[in-house]
């Protein structure tokens, strides 16, 4: 019954910014770690970024960071991703992610995949150079 609806993609200059939404439905997200992921033709999809709903920590790939920031609104049930310096390399669909947070933290928790059940459509993001 978990439901996740991205949006916010498209095309955008290399150096541009973009702002992806992730919308949350069919549950009470309180006790869930929210993560955004990116596959590119060829390519294994990949973490990009995460939060716990009811935490205060941030998790980013190192490729990202300093570049892009997560965040959310807990009364919308919405997720962001504010993306800045947008370069080629992030062009990739980009995926948001949902699962039950771990009572112990470390990186495998929230940046594998796998660990993740709830997935959304994905949304495309083109970076032109």
């Known amino acids: 019954q978990v439901q996740l609806v991205e949006s916010g993609g498209g095309l955008v200059q290399a150096g541009g910014s973009l702002r992806l939404c992730c919308a949350a439905?069919?549950?009470?997200?309180?006790?869930?770690?929210m993560g955004w992921f990116r596959q590119a033709p060829g390519k294994d999809r990949e973490f990009v970024a995460a939060?716990?709903?009811?935490?205060?920590?941030?998790y980013y790939a190192d490729s990202v960071k300093g570049r892009f920031t997560i965040s959310r609104d807990n009364a919308e049930n919405t997720v962001y991703l504010q993306m800045n310096s947008l370069k080629p390399e992030d062009t990739a669909v980009y995926y948001c992610?949902?699962?039950?947070?771990?009572?112990?933290?470390?990186?495998?928790?929230?940046?594998?995949?796998?660990?993740?059940?709830?997935w959304g459509q994905g949304t495309q993001v083109t970076v032109a150079s």
């Open positions: 939060l716990k709903w009811s935490g205060a920590g941030t």
């Open positions: 439905s069919g549950r009470t997200f309180s006790s869930f770690t």
């Open positions: 992610a949902a699962k039950l947070s771990s009572s112990i933290l470390y990186t495998a928790t929230y940046s594998s995949p796998e660990r993740y059940p709830y």
